[in-house]
């Protein structure tokens, strides 16, 4: 179990990828406190762009939530269109906040994927989320 909150999420999707990779299971809590290092108004930007490109049936689908949106960025570090990148893939499970199957676990944080001091004050997940419009 890895404790997301005050990971940067580029550098902690790329160590939750490897790990997939090399076949753990993997549960993500507090996947709302992951932060997003950048200029306010140029990620919320990015992010609407790409919540608002494709179409409502055809897609590509963004996802809006928390979790899910952690989710998806581990998928663009995997192999996704094979199969090991799939069954990686399948091994990941991301919640918000920690549910009570764990709440008698101690969750590990990535050290990597750890802060440096930034300029700006950093955006979390669930301060984009509800810039989306989710209702988290």
Known sequence: MIDASGLVLGRASTVIAKRLLAGETLAIVNAERAIVLGKREIVLEQYRAAE?????????????????????????????????????????????????????????????????PALTPPLTLLEISRHLGARV
Not at 105 to 112: D, L, P, Q, R, Y
């Open 52 to 116: 608002a490109r494709g179409s409502v049936r055809k897609g590509p689908h963004f996802p809006r939530t928390p979790e899910r949106i952690l989710r998806r960025s581990v998928r663009g570090m995997l192999p996704y269109k094979r199969s090991t990148g799939r069954e990686a893939y399948s091994r990941l499970r991301t919640y918000i906040g920690v549910p009570s199957e764990f709440a008698s676990v101690t969750a590990e944080s990535i050290e990597v994927a750890k802060p440096h």
